[in-house]
């Protein structure tokens, strides 16, 4: 087998393998590292490497398939950890000079468990701006992640790293969270698949500074094996006080269990307020067909709670990371200038005013759930844009801020209030050869609808087949 191809076999097809004595973990492993190496100065999307770590685990899964043994869940699966997650014993930046050089003494529970599921890790990967504040695949500390569709243009973020990893064959699972996009964006501009799961389907430790908005969930190059790594991350846990109590079910085992014939959609083009670029609308209107052309009843809507969205948006970002003013005096000439504009403009918000906004958001989240109660669910735009150069927060085109990235990602935040599930699975590319993202959004807890639709939609309109010119 050609060694490059190792990165890119799904995680069903590497147990097919070992069971089979045809590929072995380790090396499995040698040549995801050594593909890793040779790719990384076209992409960067890694923090640090973790050979020894990696090797270890593989002559662990590796001694499992010789001696005939019980293999877990992910035995010998290559994983990534997003350098926002704490990794026992491996530095974590937390994508800031604030805490560059930081040693966690635990795992969190996500890591925790894809390594006692047999996962492989193989190292951190990149997180955008401090504490993973914007949708650009920058950071002071680690330079630009290159999109690899286009050298110099943005790969979404904060989980950028996640998914450049999960389109350039650096194995098939990679760990992503996502407080307003931050798994859907890099999904949209990288072209691969990213699920954020119903808030608490995967326990987030520790508590996130957004004020229960951050999802942990995975990307990965299909639905398969996405569905995999969540089954593998979920479940309750006692160190996150908003975990679900129900246990994981065998989503992967599920995904060809429902047809969309006679499902309810809803398609909106903008949520009643977005700017979105024609070339992606384009792509998206074609891909909501693909629906139609399986049965379900698709309707075009504009849902009425859209357009409240913005002003909430512009409050709560900026207030969320404000507790990080105090880092300032120190760090600020080593910090991203768009963030240090943020936090000092939420300095002067007051403790009333967050409470009274927060009502506000939770009549907000009210109607986007009564309104899902009339669908089981709705697509949209993952991102109102394609890729753009990375050393900027807008496109060219759009107006510019000091700050305020989140105007071409309206489509991302309202579904991280509402805890609702979502995904952005490729869906096709603009004129250019730059991928889209279609999002799928689900009602409350039903994770498993938004992976059966998304394994439906990924049949009809097949996308695994494409490589990105900088994996080549």
């Known amino acids: 087998m050609d060694i490059d191809e190792i990165g890119y076999l799904g995680v069903r097809d590497l147990g097919a393998l070992y069971r089979a004595r045809q590929l ?13 190496e040779r790719v990384e100065p076209r992409v960067n999307a890694m923090m640090r490497l973790t050979p020894e770590q990696a090797m270890a685990a593989a002559r662990r899964s590796e001694a499992v398939f010789m001696q005939r043994g019980t293999p877990r869940l992910l035995e010998g699966i290559p994983v990534t950890i997003k350098d926002l997650q704490h990794t026992k014993g491996v530095q974590t930046d937390f994508g800031t000079a604030v805490l560059q050089g930081t040693i966690p003494d635990v795992d969190a529970p996500c890591v925790s468990r894809l390594l006692d599921a047999g996962g492989m890790m193989m190292g951190k990967t990149t997180s955008a701006g401090e504490w993973g504040w914007k949708g650009v695949s920058q950071a002071p500390i680690s330079g630009i992640t290159h999109n690899p569709w286009g050298k110099g243009l943005n790969a979404g973020a904060s989980s950028s790293g996640a998914g450049v990893a999960a389109a350039c064959g ?20 990288s072209g691969v698949y990213g699920l954020k799961p119903t808030h608490g389907r995967v326990p987030n430790w520790p508590m996130s500074n957004n004020d229960l908005a951050t999802h942990i969930g995975p990307l990965a190059r299909t639905v398969e094996d996405a569905a995999l790594m969540t089954q593998a991350m979920a479940g309750p846990h006692v160190w996150d006080y908003t975990s679900l109590e129900t246990p994981p079910q065998d989503y992967a085992g599920q995904l060809k269990a429902a047809s969309m014939k006679g499902k309810r959609i809803g398609f909106t083009r903008d949520l009643g307020h977005a700017r979105v670029d024609p070339e992606v609308a384009d792509v998206v209107a074609r891909a909501v067909e693909a629906f139609e052309e399986m049965g379900a009843h698709v309707e075009e809507v504009t849902p009425a709670w859209g357009p409240r969205g913005p002003e909430l948006a512009r409050f709560f970002w900026p207030a969320t990371f404000s507790g990080r003013i105090d880092s300032l005096p120190e760090f600020e000439s080593r910090m991203d200038p768009g963030f240090v504009a943020m936090i000092r403009y939420a300095s002067g918000f007051t403790a009333p005013q967050f409470m009274q906004m927060r009502l506000r958001r939770f009549d907000y989240v009210q109607q986007i759930h009564d309104f899902m109660e009339g669908y089981d669910f709705l697509l949209s735009p993952a991102v109102s844009v394609a890729a753009f150069p990375a050393d900027r927060l807008q496109p060219e085109h759009w107006p510019q801020h000091e700050w305020d990235w989140l105007m071409w990602a309206e489509f991302s935040y309202p579904f991280n209030w509402s805890g609702s599930p979502a995904a952005s699975i490729p869906c096709g590319f603009t004129p250019a050869g730059l991928p889209v993202g279609l999002q799928i959004v689900g009602r409350r807890f039903d994770d498993l609808g938004v992976l059966q639709a ?19």
């Open 24 to 36: 072995s973990p380790v090396e499995v492993a040698k040549a995801v590292l050594d593909r890793i």
């Open 170 to 189: 650096y194995g098939p699972l990679h760990q992503g969270g996502d407080g307003a996009g931050s798994i859907r964006m890099p999904a949209h501009f």
């Open 454 to 472: 998304s394994a439906a939609f990924e049949e009809a309109r097949p996308w695994v087949q494409h490589r990105p010119p900088l994996a080549q």
